[in-house]
T-cell receptor
Framework: NAGVTQTPKFQVLKTGQSMTLQCAQD?????MYWYRQDPGMGLRLIYY???????DKGEVPNGYNVSRLNKREFSLRLESAAPSQTSVYFC??????????????FGPGTRLTVT | AQSVAQPEDQVNVAEGNPLTVKCTYS??????LFWYVQYPNRGLQFLLK??????LVKGSYGFEAEFNKSQTSFHLKNPSALVSDSALYFC???????????FGSGTRLQVQP
């Protein structure tokens, strides 16, 4: 099993450009998440999807959109990138509530720089 | 609201010595608590969790953590540090009934040979 995979690994954008970060998991998990990691701030939740067909805002959703394409895939889109979105982005997945498994599994991350 | 505090930006310890990485939390109900480790240029790896039951939980690589409800703490411990344990450690909390984790700001562990 590959676990959680993310593409691309690195990306440089100019202000105003758009891009989509891709995430896929092969663990048959119901819930998927997007976080950003900034120095000294830990990880902050951008959006999450509790199950296929649903998405909800997290702590820092402004400037982002998401799509839960199917059970495996959860993409994050930046419509008009800003330098404040320079960060490392992590995708994660977990089982649904009530299944007895609570931990999240993380992908390797995408390092995004917006100039 | 749920929150996590990791009061130490960095912990330094000599190899073979015991280590403690501190974490305190705040939730409105009963918590689920987690520790994750991050090695350079890698994603987060799950170490251990407290869900219910025994307050002392054991995880990977000799790590353990003690849930203390009265002090709202969940400190990570290892009785004998290895140089290879040097990494960034994150504590996280989730209120029961909520889906999202809230992470602390992280503590860098440096184990000197």
């Amino acid at each position: 099993n590959a676990g959680v995979t993310q593409t691309p690994k690195f990306q440089v954008l100019k202000t105003g450009q758009s891009m989509t970060l891709q995430c896929a998991q092969d663990m048959n998990h119901n819930s998927m998440y997007w976080y950003r990691q900034d120095p000294g701030m830990g990880l902050r939740l951008i959006y999450y999807s509790a199950s296929e067909g649903t998405t909800d805002k997290g702590e820092v959703p402004n400037g982002y959109n998401v799509s839960r394409l199917n059970k495996r895939e959860f993409s994050l889109r930046l419509e008009s990138a800003a330098p404040s979105q320079t960060s490392v982005y992590f995708c994660a997945s977990s089982e649904a509530l009530g299944t007895g498994s609570y931990e999240q599994y993380f992908g390797p991350g995408t390092r995004l720089t917006v100039t | 609201a749920q929150s996590v505090a990791q009061p130490e930006d960095q912990v330094n310890v000599a190899e073979g010595n015991p280590l403690t990485v501190k974490c305190t939390y705040s939730v409105s109900g009963n918590p689920y608590l987690f520790w994750y480790v991050q090695y350079p240029n890698r994603g987060l790896q799950f170490l251990l969790k407290y869900i219910t039951g025994d307050n002392l939980v054991k995880g990977s690589y000799g790590f353990e953590a003690e849930f203390n409800k009265s002090q709202t703490s969940f400190h990570l411990k290892n009785p004998s540090a290895l140089v290879s344990d040097s990494a960034l450690y994150f504590c996280a909390v989730r209120d029961r009934g909520r889906r999202a984790l809230t992470f602390g700001s992280g503590t860098r562990l440096q184990v000197q040979p």
